[in-house]
């Protein structure tokens, strides 16, 4: 029988959703992206970007460096020295992206070029990629074409695109990225690969992709259909059992409100099934989770709890025109205010013949993020498991509530968190999230090529760890 969730306070979106659903709801028309902007209205759009993020953002200088952002600000102003296009405008004015340090704030890649583009025969990079552990850029997933049944395998690493180095690639990137750390910023590059590849290179329609199996060089034409060979349960996610009888559960989203029942239906069977099969060992893998709504987690932490278990220690808004309510009941223009939290934002236990009662341990890394790192939070302030990885690229006390705005004469979108959420602990410090294990490529103690699952299990085999 499906679990029907409360309505939660704590909603933290998910970047991909949150940022496709606004940019293709913005009323961009293809006359309005060729057509020049004159250079005093692109100034006003730059100050306007400004005030507009100090307005919105809950903690803006308590992430951003004040100076840099200034300074960041000034060389974009000293760029536009004439009229430019949509095109050539974001090229300059997303350099600011990187000194907001907050991954949900950004000025975002041109979504609805690339969307005439596609209307004209003309697509954008067809595969989802990751960087692994040691900064090579892979496809997340594997890939079989449908006319041929030409092959890319996702453990292949690609050396080049149209003839640019991969790390060449990144480094660009990786000026206009997003994200709280250095760290988080190079890895975020992969989340919406295709949009930088367009709106900072141009590029759609075909490609040239090198990989570096045997030099293997493939050629993409626009109108190829890629079909993904991943074998994944709702978006991503996906119960497996090990050797030795370990549970495995992979949680590589909780994005997956369009697939809301699929996904309570698989959290609901994959503790039926581990219950049945007298699983006692449990790893929960939220690598890679770059976030979702924050009920997904909880149906998880359901299972893993004898107790109501809080989410978050407190949660703040900031106040600006647009939500202070009317006669601005919610507080003035500028303020922080806590939001008040009722009961309905504990996680409530499921029954017990229902709860998982076996020992269980979770691994994160530095693209855990957003909802995933509330998840990961929780799991370590109520100490619920021990965790297993790296440092997260983003804070332990992460902002949401994303909103977003249109620059008035670029029309370009900006997305911007209002609230902010303080982990359970407490603690308000910036910091990332730092597992109890952390577990670094060069450990040569470790020998399997998931050196993370590996020490996982072995916390789960012995206890004194």
């Known amino acids: 029988m499906r679990n029907n969730p409360n309505t939660y306070l704590i909603q933290v979106i998910t970047l991909f959703s949150s940022f496709l659903f606004a940019s293709c709801n913005s009323g961009i028309t293809e006359e309005m992206v060729s057509k020049n902007i004159a250079k005093e209205l692109l100034i006003e759009d730059l100050n306007y970007l400004i005030e507009e993020v100090e307005k919105r953002h809950v903690d803006l200088y308590e992430r951003a460096n004040k100076d840099s952002l ?8 000293n760029s536009i020295t004439e009229d430019l296009n949509r ?3 974001y090229k300059i004015i997303a350099r600011i992206n990187p000194y907001f340090n907050d991954a949900h704030c950004l000025v975002f890649p041109l979504r609805e070029e690339a ?8 697509s954008v990079f067809p595969f989802h990629v990751i960087l692994d552990e040691n900064w090579i850029l892979r496809p997340e997933r594997s ?5 041929d049944g030409a092959f890319v395998d996702k453990s292949w690493s690609i050396s080049s695109i149209n003839g640019v180095k991969a790390e060449d690639l990144i480094d660009s990137i990786a000026n206009y990225s997003h994200g709280e750390t250095e760290t988080l910023r190079r890895h975020m590059t992969t989340l919406l690969f295709s949009d930088w590849l367009f709106s900072i290179f141009g590029w759609s329609g075909d490609f040239e992709i090198t990989f570096n199996q045997d030099f293997k060089s ?4 626009s109108d190829d259909i890629w079909n993904s060979l991943e074998r994944n349960v709702v978006q991503f996610n996906r119960l497996e059992i090990l050797d030795n009888n370990v549970g495995y559960l992979r949680l590589g989203s909780f994005d997956v409100d369009e697939h809301k029942n699929q996904y309570e239906d698989f959290i609901e069977n994959s503790f ?9 060992k449990l790893v929960i893998d939220v690598r890679g989770n770059t976030g979702g709504q924050s009920g997904a987690g909880e149906l998880v932490l359901k299972y893993l709890t004898d107790k109501k278990l809080s989410q978050v220690s407190q949660m703040f808004d900031r106040i600006h025109e647009e939500n202070a309510g009317i006669f601005n009941y919610r507080g003035n223009p500028g303020d922080l205010k806590e939001v008040s939290m009722g009961s309905g934002e504990l996680i409530k236990p499921n029954r017990p013949e229902k709860q998982f009662k076996g020992e269980t341990v979770v691994l994160f890394d530095e693209m855990t993020y957003s909802a995933g790192i509330i998840f990961i939070t929780i799991v370590q302030d109520h100490k619920i498991a021990k965790t297993v990885g790296r440092p997260t690229g983003g804070f332990a006390n992460q902002t949401g509530n994303i909103e977003s705005f249109q620059l008035p004469n670029s029309k370009l979108t900006v997305y911007v968190p209002s609230r902010k959420f303080v982990r359970v602990n407490g603690d308000k410090s910036i910091h990332p999230v730092v597992p109890d294990f952390i577990i670094l490529n060069s450990d040569s103690t470790l020998t399997s090529e998931d050196r993370i699952l590996e020490f996982g299990i072995n916390v789960l085999n012995d206890r004194s760890l």
């Open 218 to 221: 493939l050629r993409i034409d």
């Open 87 to 89: 095109n050539q405008f």
């Open 143 to 147: 890939y079989k074409r449908a006319s």
């Open 272 to 280: 039926d099934s581990l219950s049945s099969l007298g699983v006692k």
């Open 115 to 122: 969307s005439f583009q596609k209307e004209a025969g003309f």
């Open 70 to 77: 200034l300074l960041i600000k000034n060389q974009i102003l």
